[in-house]
């Protein structure tokens, strides 16, 4: 089985609307997906639609923005509970955060290159949060680069000029929030330096001593070096392993199902999960 567990729609930053990105992952030839839109599970009913429509396992799920201090943390919280207030309520403050810092920082980049929020609003789909993805849309649409990945690198690097930082729980609290709600938390892309500053590896282990079921080992923000680095602090935590493309559209580089995550491991994370994988 070909198992992708971490993609983006239009609930989030992503270009493909949950539907679409489910019938572009069934033609990728993938044969489960998972559906982790930043801090709402606004799509998991059109994707649960899609999915039973096309014939593709769907893993309902999010990812939850943390911030410890100044680190930005994301932790992927597959099958949780959606009616869970705690954790709901969490994700909403975030979403609402994230919009104020987008604000901001649409600000301070508007007094050295085009930009205005009417840009930015401008190619953030319906319904929403707008983030950092959009911010770049509009960048590029106005000439400043030719793709996100090159204003991800430079202008809205995390640890830029015009990086501010956000309310949301620190990664420690996220992964008590996900448990509680029933959910499986699996940190994201653990070893991306290229996009800032990470956890230590002891910070790590003090998140598996607090529940903390994975890594997300197999990303292209890895190299292979740090890809061997995160599967031996696995192995020695007693944590999972997964891959995932982190797909977002047409917005980045990453392809449906360029790493993937083994049918053992999803067959473990659907074991601890409240909510069942859709089949």
């Known amino acids: 089985m070909r198992l992708d567990l971490h993609t983006h729609s239009t609930c989030s930053d992503g270009t493909l609307s949950p539907a679409a990105l489910v019938r572009a992952a069934s033609e990728a030839g993938l044969d ?7 801090d709402t599970t606004a799509g998991w ?33 597959y099958l949780h509970d959606p009616e869970d207030a705690p954790l709901r309520d969490s994700m909403a403050a975030a979403r609402t955060s994230r919009e104020h810092r987008a604000r901001r920082m649409t600000e301070l980049i508007g007094r050295d290159y085009p930009l205005t929020w009417a840009d930015v609003v401008a190619h953030t789909p ?11 849309d509009a960048l590029v649409a ?16 995390n640890d830029g000029p015009y990086d501010i930082p956000y309310q949301a729980p620190t990664s420690l609290e996220a992964v008590r929030l996900v448990l509680a709600a029933g959910g499986v938390p699996v940190l994201a892309h653990p070893a991306a330096g290229r996009r800032g500053a990470t956890l230590t590896e002891e910070e790590i282990a003090g998140l598996a001593d607090a ?7 197999d990303h292209r923000d890895h190299t292979p070096q740090q890809r061997r680095r995160m599967r031996d602090l696995a192995r020695s935590l007693g944590l999972l392993v997964t891959g995932a493309s982190d797909f977002h559209g047409t917005g980045k580089k990453n392809e449906l199902g360029e790493n993937l995550t083994s049918p053992e491991v999803l067959a473990q994370i659907e074991a601890l999960g409240r909510t069942a994988v859709v089949r």
């Open 45 to 77: 009913a059109e994707a649960t639609e899609a999915a039973l429509a096309v014939g593709i396992a769907l893993v309902r799920g999010a990812e939850v923005s943390c911030q410890d201090g100044a680190l930005g943390v994301h932790l992927l919280s």
């Open 211 to 217: 529940g903390l079921v994975g890594l997300e080992v």
């Open 126 to 136: 319906p319904g929403a949060t707008v983030g950092r993805p959009h911010i770049a």
């Open 142 to 157: 106005n000439g400043v680069a030719t793709h996100r990945d090159a204003l991800f690198a430079t202008i809205l690097a």
């Open 32 to 38: 489960g997906v998972a559906l982790t839109d930043h």
